[in-house]
């Protein structure tokens, strides 16, 4: 999809000029795809982070990311089991990398179905695997869980006030991406009533 795939950014003023950051609210992706036909699909993401994974006394430390539920059908990450349309369908879902399967499992088949604690918190069932990232993709990461996850834990993403998410959207062939960047620019102004941070 690269060429119908964008990741959003927000120009903001903050009162000694202008910044361009690739933070977004919470809501955005939603809104986008209500309120803009061109968009296929927009999802949200989280920034990469470190947690410690987990499976009985076995801990390792990984990167993860939290995404919406068709993160592997709007990249190329090629899973080796599971169905990418499926893998983040539930909250209780992880995602994991063959080079993490190996670490808990010893294989990198037959391992959908296996639970994994984050944290030492809570558990996750995998359910699904990807290829080990190339080392030349932006992204780099360990195991992906659903970003509904994050949304029904934490309660500040859900306003329209608070930015840290990234939102990546897929546009439908032959969208005319300079008119929707004209029409989005009024997004944030409007759901935040003038009041945007």
């Not at 809501?27 to 795809?33: K, Y």
């Not at 993160?71 to 063959?98: A, H, N, R, Y």
């Not at 030349?136 to 834990?153: E, G, I, K, Y």
């Amino acid at each position: 999809h690269k060429d119908r795939l964008y990741q959003l950014h927000e120009n903001v003023d903050l009162g000694g000029g202008m910044i361009t950051r690739i933070t977004t609210s919470g809501p955005t992706a939603a809104a986008l795809q209500e309120e803009f036909p061109e968009v296929e699909r927009a999802i949200m993401t989280t920034w990469i982070t470190s947690y410690m994974l987990s499976q009985e006394e076995k801990q390792i430390s990984a990167q993860g990311i939290y995404a919406g539920d068709g993160f592997f059908d709007l990249f190329s990450w090629e899973l080796t089991e599971g169905d990418k349309i499926q893998v983040l369908g539930s909250p209780s879902f992880i995602v994991i990398s063959e080079d993490m399967a190996m670490r808990f499992f010893g294989r990198v088949t037959n391992v959908i179905g296996e639970v994994l604690e984050l944290q030492r918190e809570e558990s996750f069932q995998v359910a699904g695997v990807f290829k080990d990232l190339p080392g030349t993709s932006s992204l780099q990461f360990d195991f992906v869980v659903p970003f509904a996850h994050f949304w029904d834990r934490e309660e500040w993403i859900r306003n329209w006030y608070s930015t840290a998410p990234r939102t990546y959207i897929l546009f439908h062939e032959g969208a005319d991406v300079a008119a929707f960047n004209e029409k989005v620019k009024s997004l944030i102004i409007d759901k935040t009533e003038g009041r945007a941070a």
